[in-house]
């Protein structure tokens, strides 16, 4: 019954290492979004996608890379991990109507530290 | 340039007060949206209300209330009767319809409210 759904919920590892974190919104929406929240609950937008095709990429390291194999899913991939990824990731959707008219859906957050 | 701003960091009251959350934005755009979403200490972000620019009208629903004002240019949000269980970071956001045409979320720094008994 979750709408959105993220795994892990908790991320923890070594700097320099590769990981994922999965994103799952049942609730038919065309967006899907990543927000970082960083260590002073600080939310920015990371990426969006509308029905798999990027529309934000706001100025992230290319070590992040998002992917979309369908609609439904929104995966974060980040390679070389450093210190300052530590943070929470948010996974949001929302139902394409007009543009930024709706509102978005927030998954649980994963958070994500790095040692 | 969109920004929004809340200035309050902290607020601390006691139960049954009525505490209000300031939030001011800026935008170039003439059609826009506000959102004012709920974190409790679980994380999750929890949506409260959404308000299109072209709606002043205030709203109410239950112990919660916003009141919207373009001429201010904010969009503030009021807990009447207080409870513990308000206890969260509130966060305003806008989304404008034209300027950046994306429809991403442009949070301002958040409030932490707490409710003590």
Known sequence: DTAVSQTPKYLVTQMGNDKSIKCEQNLGHDTMYWYKQDSKKFLKIMFSYNNKELIINETVPNRFSPKSPDKAHLNLHINSLELGDSAVYFCASSQDVGVGEREQFFGPGTRLTVL | AQKVT???????????????????????????????????????????????????????????????????????????????????????????????????????????LQVKP
Request: glycine share 4%.
């Open chain 2, 6 to 112: 809340q200035a309050q960091t902290e607020i601390s009251v006691v139960e049954k007060e009525d505490v209000t959350l300031d939030c001011v934005y800026e935008t170039r755009d003439t059609t826009y949206y506000l959102f004012w979403y709920k974190q409790p200490p679980s994380g999750e972000l929890v949506f409260l209300i959404r308000r299109n620019s072209f709606d002043e009208q205030n709203e109410i629903s239950g112990r919660y209330s916003w009141n919207f004002q373009k001429s201010t240019s904010s969009f503030n949000f009021t807990i009447t009767a207080s409870q513990v269980v308000d206890s969260a970071v509130y966060f305003c956001a806008l989304s404008e319809a034209r300027v950046s045409n994306t429809g991403k979320l442009i949070f301002g720094q958040g409030t932490t």
